[in-house]
């Protein structure tokens, strides 16, 4: 077996970093995800660079931000001219392998993605649709063939099942793999899931987090809403950990467990009844922090939390320092692996940048203003359309976020400091946040 470390690279759409029972939150289930945790390095201040799924996806594999890969919205094109973790595992001599939701792609959601550069360097194997949510609807395109696969079942079961059959015919070759597995849930609708998941919740009083309000009066019966909107997000997470164990079993069945870099996270996180919201695309706690599991036997220490605000785009270039690849010119992240590893005076994110994109290039109805923002280590600072402060938390003093300090006058220090940090951010990136004429001029449909 290669002597390179395999990569099984496993992320969910729409999952908070606190939907885990090792970050926290004691009802739900997670005996796999809080294994992974205690067997590797759980990164606890993770952050969604863009807490919408395409551009923080796009984020993850180009490394560079949205104003860089110019997928700044949901069903957009990125740019196919960027390294992307696929063309660098390939170069590498990596067997590369995905399976599952794919949202990349400016074509319409159900359409195939030819074989080619929209396929960001997975020229191997293939199992994927674009994008949908109707979990017990199975459907995928499979390698080269433009014909659909329609399976039956729950969706993440039979692509667990695909990721087992790739593992199992990599036996036979002598190449490391680089797998990415794409899971839908947890995401909206959250009813779509096995009822036996649902059945595990029965009987447990549901404990919310403090910052939730009350369900808006208007539904039938709010308290039912809630319970329920929350069992059922829940249940899918639980889900997910159910097949992320199938993953680690069938890693220790294989002998590869050691020399296997396994990483689970996820586009963005869902509000789930914090501050009264639902969803994501806020920077919002629970809407931008994601979880950060990242396991390596043979290259890194057990149980290790990391507590700096590690960003999306920090995942490329930390794979490529955990698997010896050299990082492209063209990224923007920083290589966390010597941070991973505890690493004296080892160099770390000071703050991850986060945004929201939309009105110039799209739409003017979108619910959520368009935003930029900063997470600290310690404070969540965002700017909104007048270009003054929207949300400013002391995230220590306050961790459920539920004291704007916006218009607070004894926290205009810090209020300076974090509106410059931002602005020297949003220069570096060439970022012409509500400049209209400077978004129409850089970021036009025709121009993306």
């Known amino acids: 077996m290669p002597k390179q470390p395999n990569i099984l690279f496993v992320f969910a759409d729409q999952m908070g970093g606190h939907h885990m029972r090792c970050a926290g939150t004691p009802d739900i289930i997670t005996p796999n995800l809080d294994r992974l945790s205690e067997t590797g390095v759980f990164c606890t201040r993770h952050i969604s660079n863009c807490p919408i799924c395409s551009p923080n996806r796009a984020t993850m594999f180009t490394g560079t931000y949205p104003t860089t890969h110019r997928l700044l919205f949901n069903d957009t094109q990125v740019r196919t001219d960027l390294p992307t973790l696929a063309t660098v595992a390939t170069a590498a001599g990596y067997r590369t392998g995905y399976i599952g939701k794919w949202h990349m792609d400016g074509a319409s959601r159900d359409a195939f993605i030819p074989p080619g550069p929209r396929r960001l360097g997975f020229d191997g194997y293939w199992a994927v649709y674009n994008c949908h949510h109707e979990y017990f609807k199975p459907r995928y395109y499979l390698n080269e063939s433009p014909q659909l696969v329609c399976r039956t079942g729950y969706e993440p079961e039979v692509q667990t099942d695909l990721a087992l059959d790739f593992m199992d015919r990599n036996r036979e070759d002598n190449r490391p793999f680089f797998l990415t597995l794409s899971f839908g849930p947890p995401h909206n609708s959250y009813e779509f899931v096995p009822k036996r998941y649902q059945d595990r919740y029965e009987g447990i009083n549901l404990q919310y987090r403090p910052n939730c309000r009350p369900v808006p009066k208007e539904s039938l019966d709010p308290a039912w809403a809630q319970r329920h909107t929350t069992r059922d997000f829940y249940a899918m997470v639980t889900s997910l950990d159910d097949m992320m164990g199938r993953l680690l079993d069938k890693l220790d069945a294989m002998g590869q467990a050691d020399n296997t870099i396994v990483v689970f996270t996820a586009d963005h996180g869902d509000m789930l009844w914090s501050q009264g919201l639902l969803y994501k695309c806020v920077p919002y706690e629970e809407s931008a922090g994601i979880p950060l599991l990242i396991r390596y ?99 220590e003093a306050d961790p459920y976020q539920q004291k704007n300090l916006a218009d607070d006058a004894s926290a205009g220090a810090i209020r300076v400091e974090l509106a410059a940090r931002l602005q020297s951010r949003l220069d570096a990136l060439g970022d012409p946040f509500l400049d209209e004429h400077g978004m129409h001029e850089r970021f036009s449909p025709g121009k993306l």
């Open 297 to 395: 036997p043979a290259g890194l220490a057990q149980s290790r939390r990391v507590n700096a605000p590690i960003g999306s785009v920090d995942l490329f270039p930390t794979l490529c320092g955990l698997a010896g690849w050299e990082i492209p010119a063209t990224v923007q992240g920083l290589n966390c692996t010597p941070l991973l590893r505890g690493e004296p005076n080892a160099p770390a994110p000071d703050a991850a940048f986060m945004a929201l994109y939309h009105p110039y290039l799209f739409r003017n109805d979108f619910p959520v203003p368009e935003w930029r923002g900063l997470r600290t280590g310690r404070y969540t600072y965002a700017e909104s359309v007048d270009r003054k402060p929207w949300l400013v938390f002391d995230n």
